[in-house]
């Protein structure tokens, strides 16, 4: 019974949390919730870039958050290969991890280690006022979030941000096409074609397929419970 009722909290932080970005994503004057979350995926996204320079031997420059919500990241060595695709592969991978994390009661947890993420990355590697700035307000809502709403409200704001960096996962892929088909802009599928040599469109709709994936799989274990019997 104790495992049916987590099972039942679960799936009504899924429906809730995707309703509110169902919200968001329509009603007049929702950018403000969407603009420090699309700042957050930028942050994952370069993240995800540095922490994959550093596993394969690699050092960071700079982590660069631009206003508009794209970012950069600087860095020495390490192995493409694996570089060019983390970011948008570890920003999906983050997302489903969150949402297999979409228990009552761990909502805390999770804000408070996301926000000690980002303050992390942004002490570390934070050069441009703009990028240390942002950094520090995400990572003082986070923590503030986590340690200050009672369960049920970090638990729903947990499993709005999981919501949120999975779909922002894939429109950051469905972006990436574009710009791979229209423009001639430096991207990563780019950087890969030319590590590799296939065309930076076949990179872009392979991260694309692997993030829509790893939503569905996510998805699906989330709404399951994802626990062994």
Not at 7 to 22: D, F, K
Not at 154 to 164: E, H, P, T, V
Not at 166 to 193: E, F, Y
Request: charged share 10%; hydrophobic share 55%.
């Amino acid at each position: 019974m104790a495992g049916a009722s987590g099972i039942a909290q679960s799936r009504r932080l899924l429906v809730a949390s995707a309703l509110a970005a169902l919200v968001c994503a329509y009603i007049p004057g929702a950018w403000i919730i969407v603009y420090p979350i699309r700042l957050f995926v930028t942050y994952i996204h370069e993240t995800s870039h540095a922490l994959a320079t550093l596993l394969t031997g690699g050092a960071i420059t700079q982590v660069i958050v631009e206003p508009g919500g794209s970012g950069l990241t600087l860095s020495r060595g390490g192995l493409p290969l694996i570089i060019c695709p983390a970011g948008y592969l570890g920003a999906a991978l983050l997302g489903g991890l969150l949402l297999l994390l979409m228990r009552p009661k761990l909502g805390s947890g999770t804000l408070v280690s996301l926000g000690v993420l980002i303050l992390a990355a942004t002490l570390l590697w934070g050069r441009d006022p703009f990028t240390i700035i942002a950094g520090l307000v995400l990572a003082g809502v986070l923590l503030g979030v986590g340690r200050l709403l009672p369960a049920n409200g970090s638990d729903f704001a947990a499993a709005f941000l999981a919501i949120q960096l999975c779909l922002n996962s894939i429109l950051d892929v469905r972006t990436l096409l574009w710009l791979t088909t229209a423009t001639d802009a430096p991207n990563d599928a780019v950087n890969m074609a030319k590590l590799v040599g296939l065309p930076p469109l076949l990179w872009a709709l392979l991260w694309s397929l692997a993030s829509i994936s790893i939503l569905i799989a996510a998805l699906r274990a989330a709404w399951n419970g994802n626990r062994s019997r």
